[in-house]
């Protein structure tokens, strides 16, 4: 989450998008920016509990 911040500043959508990369390698989706926009806006201190979700998931654990 500190690394988003220090990456990306203060822009949400760009933090989504930071996130993604270093996670995924990949851009997020409109419907995954949607999301993660939902979730930071409607949590208390949103962005260690949005990188921790991020890191659950199953794109995160998986090889394709």
Request: net charge positive.
């Amino acid at each position: 989450a500190r690394r988003l911040a220090s990456d990306a500043g203060d822009d949400d959508r760009a933090r989504i998008r930071r996130a993604y990369a270093l996670l995924y390698a990949r851009p997020p989706s409109e419907s995954e920016i949607k999301m993660g926009l939902e979730f930071v806006r409607t949590n208390a201190d949103p962005w260690p509990k949005y990188a921790q979700a991020l890191l659950a998931s199953s794109e995160f654990s998986s090889v394709n």
